[in-house]
């Protein structure tokens, strides 16, 4: 699905991303962890197209097309997710009005119709289950005044609405409570198929106890340095990220 | 003031002399010299400091060239409001009756003679000059209609001079809807100083609501003034979108208890248009509440200046007072120059005032893009939201869907 290459990226003058090697396939879920300030934000930002990131080596292909050529509103037509870390308020917009408007951008970049306003309410109606939000909150403005945990669950009720290829979950579990964690864990598998992947991105392991990923990756001063399983995330917790960087500094004084 | 200035507009006073009536004519004439002994604002002026008026009449406006002409192509009746209520129809400057549809006979006045008082140089040069004034009064117990007023400007022929003037009363218990809108055509720069004055008696609510879509070469003074006695309620909304030059002076005088006063604006400007909002509320008694929200996206080289006073008297106990103005920059040559002033003598008040100028939110426009929706639209879509909310208080449904279609096709294009 996503193939990334030798990424090198930094953004103003810092290299950040030294490296990275990424293949992910339909319905793999990947998690990525790694200390602060190890690149994850950045990987996610890069895939997404966000300003500022200036891209020096390397090439990532999603779906046979060449993804940093493409805007960000068109990564996202192709099917690529960012749930943010930090969701954006915005004020005077409705969550569902802004959902109707990249729903229908994403279907006429498909080559489908736009939904009627029935049609885009029921779809509405099933999705706000999976994640237990209130129809209340999505005629509100766009996350203004919303708790932590219900920012969190709007970017999984947007997930859920677009139905992406690829999602980048950033740190969805940081700032959340264990029910909070629950509910967001379980609208995200209940979204697992065959067709689609995930790549979390996160600092500890306590997702995971929710999540179950196929791969664990281990991120490192820009670099992927280890790849496991689900034991990583656990050694990493038991051991903190110390470790890692004792024995990848020693690497590099060799 | 410069000679040929002082001669043309003396010209343009002995060309329209005939039309005055006699008994005002000394009145006119005190006016005429206060104008002519005082220079239009200029760069050292503080109050004009963003918009000096002297240089911009200089360099677009000569009023020797201007021209009354009283014939025109325009059929007003086809731009009314397909609604019930009075159509009041000015014609460049002056209130035209016979072209009026009104509702509300016993509302609507024709007063020909001058006898307002003046206080700056606009004031003077309107008393001067206006040809009659648009006297608007509701009486309680009378359910007036709303009143819809049309500017109708025709400079086909050559450059316009107009001086609207108008009086509004609303006496104690009334209400009193007013929406405002100006049409022109021809391409000869027109010059509008208009000045409207309106008192809101005991009790009694007015609500003005002006849409300022101008033509580029047309510029505007508009001083409106308003006083306010005990348990009245003001209303105003402007929506600017377009012009060479828009001044709205607005002056509220709150002269009794639990005076409540609202003032909502809007500026989305473009190419080389100059809008200049000036506002001051004196809170003179107890009790009283005033709240201002001006908003303004500027693009291009527009230019944008909010100034807005607040004063609480020693005897203004208890006053709430809240002004903020923000604004959006989405040009390296757009300007915007906003302050805002509270002066306060009395010690037990609740205010507050704040200005912004920003850039357009680029994580907001990043989130909705990483979204699927296209850079254009979803810029659009944050600068409608950041709009609309100036629209809340227009109490007309049908204006507001006007406004915001015009914001849309602005944005959205």
Known sequence: MISIKNLHAKIEGKKILK??????????????????????????SVLTGRDGYEITDGSVIFENKNLLDLDTEERAREGIFLAFQYPVEIPGVSTTNFLKTALNQIRQHRGEKNLDAVSFLKLVKSKMKLVDIDQSLLS???????????KKRNEIFQMAMLEPKLSILDETDSGLDIDALRIVANGVNSLKSKDNASILITHYQR????????????????????????????????????????KHSSLETI | METSVVNGIRDVFNNNEANYQSSSLAHRKSALDFVLSHNFPDRKDEEYKYTPVNQILKKNFNFKNTITSKTTDFDFEDY?????????????????????????????????????????????????????????????????????????YDSQQGQIFGNPNIQIVGHPDTRIEILENTISKGTYP?????????????????????????????YQIYNLEVNQDTQSKFNSNVYSFAGGLIRNNLKINQMGENCESHMHGLYLITGHT???????????????????????????????????????????????AFQSNQNINLSDEASIYTKPQLEIWADDVKCSHGCTVGQLDE????????????????????????????LEHIPFEFVKKEIDTLIRKRLIG
Not at chain 1, 210 to 227: C, Q, S
Request: hydrophobic content about 35%; glycine content about 6%.
């Open chain 1, 140 to 150: 509100r403005s766009l996350n203004e005044g919303f708790s932590g945990g219900e």
């Open chain 1, 19 to 44: 490296g990275i090697n990424l293949e992910v396939k339909p319905g793999e879920v990947h998690a990525i962890m790694g200390p602060n300030g190890s690149g994850k934000s950045t990987l996610a």
């Open chain 2, 363 to 390: 994580e907001a426009l990043f989130y909705l893009r990483s979204r699927g929706i296209g850079k254009n639209q979803a810029k659009a879509l944050i600068l409608i939201a950041f709009s609309e909310q100036s």
């Open chain 2, 190 to 218: 027109v010059f509008i100083n208009k000045k409207v004055s309106v008192h809101v008696k005991t009790n009694a609510e007015i609500n003005i609501t002006k849409i300022q879509n101008y033509k580029k070469h047309v």
């Open chain 2, 274 to 320: 100059h809008v200049d909002n000036h506002t001051a509320v004196n809170h003179t008694h107890p009790h009283s509440y005033s709240n201002e929200l001006y908003k303004g996206i500027v693009d291009e080289s527009a230019r944008a200046v909010f100034n807005g006073k607040i004063f609480v008297r020693p005897e203004a106990q208890k006053t709430n």
């Open chain 2, 80 to 152: 009314f409001y397909q609604l019930e209520g009075n159509h009041l129809v000015f014609f460049n400057g002056s209130y035209q009756p016979f072209q009026s549809k009104i509702y509300n006979e016993i509302c609507c006045h024709l007063e020909k003679k001058s006898n307002q008082s003046f206080h700056d140089i606009f004031d003077a040069l309107n008393v001067a000059f206006y040809e009659n004034s648009l006297k608007i009064e509701v009486n309680k117990n009378y359910r007036s209609q709303p009143f819809f007023i049309y500017y109708f």
């Open chain 1, 207 to 246: 997702l995971l106890d929710y999540i179950m990923p196929d791969f664990v990756h281990v991120l490192f001063d820009g670099k992927i340095v280890k790849t496991g399983n689900k034991s990583l995330a656990l050694e990493l917790e038991e051991k903190g990220y110390d470790w890692i960087k004792v």
